[in-house]
C-alpha cells in the first residue's frame, strides 16, 4: 500500500485548508484510514480516523474545526481543517490499517501563522 499526501501548505490563523491522500495498491484490503500530525518536538497524535463504512473519530484537539471524508470509488481520503489554530502548525501523515499491518505516507506540511 502507497499513500501519498497533497494539500499542506501556509495559512494564516482562522484560514482553512483540504488535505488529501491517495492510495494505491492493495487498498482493498484498506480497512481504517487516519489523518496523524507531528508538529516539531512533539509525538505524533492521532487527528483523525475513519472506516471503510464511514465511522469516524477525531482528536478532543480538533473535534469541530476538522472533518475527515473518504471516497472509496476514488482511493482517497480527505481532511477539511477549518478555523486553523498556530497550534495546528506540524506535519500531517496519512495512514492505513491493512491487515494488521500499518502504512505511512511521508506526510504533508501545514503551517498556520498568528
Known amino acids: 500500500v502507497q499513500l501519498v499526501e497533497s494539500g499542506g501548505g501556509l495559512v494564516q490563523a482562522g484560514g482553512s485548508l483540504t488535505l488529501s491522500c491517495a492510495a494505491s495498491?492493495?487498498?482493498?484490503?484498506?480497512?481504517?484510514m487516519g489523518w496523524y500530525r507531528q508538529a516539531p518536538g512533539k509525538q505524533r497524535e492521532l487527528v483523525a480516523i475513519?472506516?471503510?463504512?464511514?465511522?469516524?473519530q477525531s482528536g478532543d484537539s480538533v473535534k469541530g474545526r476538522f472533518t475527515i471524508s473518504r471516497d472509496n470509488d476514488k482511493n482517497a481520503m480527505y481532511l477539511q481543517m477549518n478555523s486553523l489554530e498556530p497550534q495546528d502548525t506540524a506535519v500531517y501523515h496519512c495512514?492505513?490499517?491493512?491487515?494488521?499491518?500499518?502504512?505511512w505516507g511521508r506526510g504533508t506540511l501545514v503551517t498556520v501563522s498568528s
Open positions: 495498491g492493495g487498498i482493498s484490503s484498506i480497512n481504517v
Open positions: 495512514n492505513a490499517v491493512v491487515l494488521g499491518r500499518q502504512y
Open positions: 475513519i472506516t471503510n463504512s464511514g465511522s469516524s
